[in-house]
């Protein structure tokens, strides 16, 4: 697959796909309207952990999938960092054989139930659809129908394995299991390297098990593709530091060639605001991984969590829906959002955004906190907020919001969740003295192989773009296990 | 999973755990730390590697029953095993050589200590220790201190072994006596707070080890934040050490008790269970 356009356009050729295509006439295809994801009731919804999204029915899917017009040129495999066959796969639904798409997806994307459900395929794939680009009409329903053909052969229970190469019992490690990792995995198996992941926490998954809320993306769907990587042949050791428990050298020792970092974004950021360090206030990460990793919420766990019933979280960012959402069903009575742009420039996902309007959350936009207030045993009760209004366009492009002096006023909250970014984990970095980085923190790497200034290792996802989705940090992890594969190939099995 | 090797009680509430960790025995150094989880349902919590021995492949670990985790530890035996032991995490402790250094552990502070005494005779500092604990059979690993001070001094809260007085006192003796250098404050929050009150008003730079409530130890959660020198910081990565005249003890204090009442109801839960059982 060295030239993924080449083999796209190869793939149309096909007979079945010529005659799938002449069966309907495009004009009949672009008048179908788009399908609406099923989801389970707003009010409801905000009450359990179970997930909001409840998938298509095949008919569904099918009918979606003859919207679908098999372009000659297909302009929405650009928008996948990926790059999945998306024709393919979607013409593979059209002629029902379901598991043929899932095989598809699968031929570059080793997560394919995960991208269904949390890619931002708004942004991507369906951003550059040709319905979205010249048609103004809403774009084929790329993601749904992706998670479909997931879940389709996931309940089938004939999910397939890769074809994998001959082992060719060169040893590579993986430092992180997150969607990176996991990505790199998946590639280096099926080019027959003995794989080792290596993940510091006790659960493989990374953010998609301590991050992502069990309501977007179940745990249970992320563990069953670990499995399938396991069945790749892929090995994955937990409460391992690479760094820590053993040092680069000590595995170089132990035979292994070369390395990927997907060791993600570590330390969550603070505003450094009066009162941030009073009980109550968390960072997303540490109130998100209590709930989703450690299990607070249920009765027979030990991890303790503060359910509050007047939750504030500030930012606008996905990790920000994902904490409020999760705070109101915590209990919460009041969950708000502060944020400082406008609800149009937040950047979390347009369904997330609405997913949480539909549950009750509040949105207090143009707000910014300033300072937090605390009762006598150091518990926040308070947050003093400030309004902003919009200026000139900044470097993001977005309209910069301005403070407005005297416009502060003070809110009861009893629980704060600060959702504002993060930045690279150190551990990995503070371990390699000749690793070349960033002012920022992330590992500098060549953006085509992914190479970093030491050069059996290689890094993608957080700790190289400093804060990104997961679909970016596979298609980085997958760019790697290309540049580790060729790097193998050329210094190594001389 | 981690097989428990060795257990001795020094109290009724305070043990000793050796266990199995080979590559956290290889690689860690006084002043790490390690984050264990009893089982599928336990929290995660950190402890200071106490000692370690490469050869056979073991930690040691000095536990005090203070809640639902501590009480199920000191509830295993020999033979049982711990889910996850994920470390050394933190930096290592500075070492070199001061000159005299003052080694004052409350507790089980003491545990966390007896590296660092190690290290620091051995890299040729005069190592006075002070132990200190409520009543006498709160002082442990009097003997391993030993072996590794030029001096060790006792005080008990009651008289009831060694001096009567508090920790500071024995401090003061010491300091008041000779030239210190360096000190080493480690024990429980409001321990470190006076002891370190205590080193200043002598301008003897003082370290101290942070243990405050943390989630994963790798620097993801901030569970662990403390303000050092006016900056927010985290105890799992940018310490567990730090400057003690930079620690500001009473926001420290207050957020380790953030979960004082979940922790309470947790434990009184576990009580009955295990009455229950019994």
């Known amino acids: 697959m060295e030239n993924i356009a080449e083999y796209i356009k190869e793939g149309r050729k096909e007979a079945w796909r010529a005659e799938l295509r002449k069966s309907m006439k495009p004009k009949e295809r672009t008048s179908l309207e788009r399908v609406q994801m099923r989801e389970q009731d707003g009010e409801e919804r905000s009450h359990n952990s179970m997930e909001v999204n409840l998938g298509l029915t095949e008919q569904m899917a099918v009918a979606e999938s003859h919207r679908c017009l098999d372009c000659p040129q297909p302009t929405c495999t650009i928008g996948c960092p990926v790059g999945i066959n998306i024709p393919k796969f979607i013409k593979k639904i059209e002629a029902q054989d379901f598991l043929g798409a899932a095989a598809a997806i699968k031929e570059t994307n080793a997560l394919p139930a995960v991208c269904g459900r949390v890619c931002p395929q708004e942004k991507q794939c369906e951003l550059n659809c040709f319905y979205t680009q010249k048609l103004n009409l809403p774009p084929i329903a790329i993601g749904h129908l992706e998670r479909f053909a997931a879940d389709y052969e996931r309940n089938s229970g004939k999910m397939a394995i890769p074809e994998i190469s001959e082992s060719n019992g060169i040893k590579v490690a993986v430092v992180g299991s997150g969607p990176s990792g996991l990505a790199a995995a ?253 002012d920022w923190g992330t590992i500098i790497v060549d953006k085509e192989t992914m190479q970093s200034s030491i050069p059996d290792i290689f890094a993608g996802g957080d700790i190289v773009r400093g804060g990104a989705t997961v679909i970016l940090a596979m298609g980085d992890g997958r760019k790697a296990a290309v540049g580790i594969h060729n790097y193998i190939q050329e210094k190594v099995a001389k | 999973m981690n097989k428990i090797i060795e257990m001795e009680f020094f109290s009724e509430n305070v043990a000793k755990i050796i266990l199995e960790a080979p590559d956290i025995a290889k ?41 639902v985790s501590s009480a199920k530890l000191l509830a295993k035996k020999v033979g049982d095993e711990i889910l996850d032991v994920v470390g050394p995490l933190g930096h290592a402790t500075h070492i070199e050589n001061y000159g005299t250094v003052l080694c004052a552990g409350g507790g089980v502070g003491v545990a966390p200590m007896m590296p660092i005494v190690k290290a ?91 243990n405050t409530i943390m989630v994963d130890g790798t620097g993801m959660c901030g569970a662990c934040r403390v303000s050092i020198g006016g900056k927010t910081k985290f105890v799992c990565v940018d310490g567990p050490e730090f400057d003690a005249f930079e620690v500001n003890w009473d926001e420290m204090m207050t957020r380790m008790g953030a979960y004082k009442t979940e922790e309470h109801a947790a434990y009184e839960k576990y009580l009955q269970t295990v009455e229950k059982k019994a």
């Not at chain 1, 993306?217 to 050791?237: S, Y």
């Not at chain 2, 984050?35 to 599928?40: C, L, S």
């Open chain 2, 120 to 210: 620091l005779k051995e890299a040729g500092n005069k190592v006075i220790t002070v132990l200190a604990g409520r009543t006498k059979e709160l002082i442990i690993l009097e003997d391993e201190m030993r072996a590794y001070s030029d001096e060790v001094m006792i005080m008990t809260d009651d008289g009831s072994y060694g001096k009567k007085g508090l920790v500071t006192a024995g401090m003061e003796d010491v300091i008041q006596r000779e030239k210190v250098n360096k000190a080493f404050v480690i024990g429980p929050a409001i321990m470190m707070k006076f002891g370190s009150l205590t080193t200043k008003k002598y301008n003897i730079p003082t370290d101290v080890s942070l």
């Open chain 1, 186 to 438: 998946g590639d280096l198996a099926k080019f027959g390297y003995d794989v080792t992941v290596f993940e510091a926490l006790h659960e493989i998954g990374g953010v998609l098990k301590y991050g992502i809320p069990e309501f977007r993306l179940p745990n249970d769907i992320v563990d069953v593709e670990i499995e399938n990587m396991r069945k790749m042949g892929v090995k994955f050791l937990t409460d391992f530091i690479v760094g820590k428990t053993a040092s680069f050298e000590d595995l170089r020792e132990q035979g292994f060639k070369a390395f990927f970092v997907g060791s993600g974004a570590g330390l969550p950021r603070f505003m450094n605001i009066p009162g941030e360090n009073y009980n109550g206030i968390f960072s997303s990460n540490e109130y998100l991984t209590r709930v989703n990793l450690m299990k607070a919420a249920h009765e027979d766990y030990d991890t303790p969590v503060l359910s509050g019933k007047n939750v504030a979280v500030v930012g606008g960012g996905n990790t920000a829906m994902d904490s409020v959402r999760t705070a109101k069903r915590l209990g919460a009575d009041r969950a708000m959002i502060i944020y400082r742009r406008s609800l149009e420039e937040m950047p979390a996902r347009k369904e997330e955004v609405h997913h949480a309007q539909a549950e009750g959350i509040e949105f207090m936009n143009l707000h910014n906190p300033v300072e937090y207030f605390a009762d006598e045993n150091g518990r926040v009760n308070k947050m003093r907020v400030q309004k902003m209004e919009l200026g000139e366009p900044d470097a993001s492009g977005r309209r910069r919001p301005i403070p407005i002096e005297g416009s502060e006023f003070d809110i009861d909250v009893d629980t704060v969740v600060v959702a504002v970014g993060v930045s690279p984990n150190p551990i990995v970095p503070s371990s390699l003295k000749d690793l070349k980085m960033s």
């Open chain 2, 27 to 67: 690689s860690r150094k006084a002043g790490h730390f390690v984050i264990i989880r009893m089982d599928e349902k336990g929290e995660r919590i950190p402890l200071t590697i106490a000692d370690g021995d490469p050869e056979k492949g073991t930690i040691t670990l000095v536990v005090q029953k203070v809640g």
